[in-house]
């Protein structure tokens, strides 16, 4: 069984910043995938950002392309967050997913995502 935590999460000033870990721990065979999602309150959850298990290949969500930045240290088995220049926009719970195998420009549904995490608040005040 593979286990996804996610931290970091917490209250900001607009213009300000948070990083986002996402811990995976459990049966280490298989390359994984990470990706972050956000669910504010009454919307879908929707994608942020991705990246490939070695660590070369990142996609990001339009609205957070130069502001956010996905990375991971594979020897910690965890990929970060890392989130400038935060909008109130931004607010919502964030979670980490992650999936073994390929990702690719296309790979944004939640549904492609098997493993979750149990999400981080983020709140950015205006």
């Known amino acids: 069984q593979v286990h996804v935590v996610e931290s970091g999460g917490g209250l900001v000033q607009a213009g300000g910043s948070l990083r986002l870990s996402c811990e995976r721990s459990?049966?280490?065979?298989?390359?994984?995938?990470v990706g972050w999602f956000r669910q504010a309150p009454g919307k879908e959850r929707e994608f942020v950002a991705a990246i490939g298990w070695s660590g070369s290949t990142t996609y990001y969500e339009d609205s957070v392309k130069g502001r956010f930045t996905i990375s991971r240290d594979s020897a910690k088995n965890t990929v970060y967050l890392q989130m400038n220049s935060l909008k109130p926009d931004d607010t919502a719970i964030y979670y980490c997913?992650?999936?073994?195998?390929?990702?690719?420009?296309?790979?944004?549904?939640?549904?492609?995502?098997?493993?979750w995490g149990q999400g981080t608040q983020v709140t950015v005040s205006s």
């Open positions: 997913a992650a999936r073994v195998g390929m990702i690719f420009a296309t790979t944004r549904n939640p549904s492609e995502f098997k493993y």
């Open positions: 459990g049966k280490d065979a298989g390359n994984y995938a």
